[in-house]
């Protein structure tokens, strides 16, 4: 990346901090190094990892920073939040097109949300209700502990799905996201059928794999208020019951035994205090 | 097909997906508090509550920090094009939908721009630059 920036203007070095598509999590310190040598802002879509994983905008020194409401802040869908370093708001002022899009042009939204509190658009208001809240909720626990929490509980769900003899698409433990598993379908399980019984039989919602990757893998996530020991068990048990059911052999038992062996040996999360 | 007068009545489920989670009970009943303007005093106090406890789930003290209103792809959007201006090229490593989603937003404004594949987990996703000449795609 070094190499191929050099010599050229680059503005930003994009990427995503958790790809939700593949539960691959990326490490942002080398990106903000790299960022920095071809004189680039840094733009990390963190919609994956806000409060389930830690994004540190300001110790990463990243520039713009964008995230979603429905994921690990489990505030429903339908907003982006987004903080911007001071030397874009820089940048902004300095511009000298306008920008392409006026439902999202950052010069004007900011005089809304802004000092100014000059109209712009109408938010959805009762969305922003239910963000507080959920906001509420994830400071009342703290980062950290929600962190842990996000941490252990995909450790359990892994120790389960393992046990269980299965193997998860991003082999190196230190890429994965801890927020979305994304579970290797095993050979001659019709992965659709499965997920259809999850949610007819159990009402238990998990998603297949994009695009290439449809018969390839289940995406398991475990989310904000979805990240609970009690929702892992229950999963685990679940789908035991459904794959036991089309035949596959494996050890009955052995996922829900590994998963509440995992908790047993996990310290236990703190309380969190807001810092 | 069902009547769309019905009443609604979804059914409860347990979203285990990669999102949207499920919600807590208190998020359900803040959502139903009464509606207010968007240029109520009261609601432009509130925002500001809103604002200061974003900065904290982010960890920042960015003043520009704020809810889009609208998902996450917007969030793309919104960062690209305001980052960019004519004559700018910029760098997007992609290794997934959503990442590439960020190089396709680039590439809608007519700037250049030079995309990284990360192969995920051994496996390199293969992609097309949709405007040849404008991309320069290595692998990392």
Redesign the interface.
Known sequence: ?RR??QG?????????HG????G?V?NLAP?RKVADE?G??L?V?S??T??GVP?????HRI????????????????????????R??E??LK???P???W?????T??KY??RD?T?H???????????????????EEG?EASWERHRQNQMALIAGLEAMGMSL????PA?RLT??TAVNIPSGVDGAKVRGRL?ND??????SG??EFKTKFW?????????QRG?VL??LGALERILLDLGMKLPAGAGLAAAANAYANAEPVPVGQ?K | MSDPMEELRPPTRLMLTPGPSCLSPRVYRAMAAPLVGHVDPWFTEFMSGVQELLRRVFQTANHTTFPISASGSAGIETAVINALEPGDEAVVCVNGVFSERMAEVVERTGQRFIVFWRPSAGLSIQRTCAVPGRAVRSSL
């Open positions: 990346m191929a920036g050229r203007k680059i503005k930003f070095v994009g990427l995503a790809e939700t598509s593949t691959v990326t990106f071809l680039a802002l733009i879509d919609v994956a806000l409060a994004v540190e905008v300001d110790r520039d713009i920073c964008f995230s979603g409401t429905q994921k690990a802040i489990s505030a429903p869908p339908g907003m982006s939040p987004i903080t911007v370093s001071a874009v708001e940048l902004l511009r000298k097109t920008v392409q899009s439902y999202f042009d950052l010069t939204v900011m949300w802004g509190r109209y658009h109408t938010p959805p208001v009762s969305l922003i209700y239910a963000l507080h809240e959920a906001l509420r909720i994830v400071l980062l698409f991003v082999q190196n890429d927020t979305v949610l159990f009402n238990i919602e998990i998603s994009l695009g995406r398991v996530g475990l989310m904000g208020y979805s990240s929702n229950l999963f807001e």
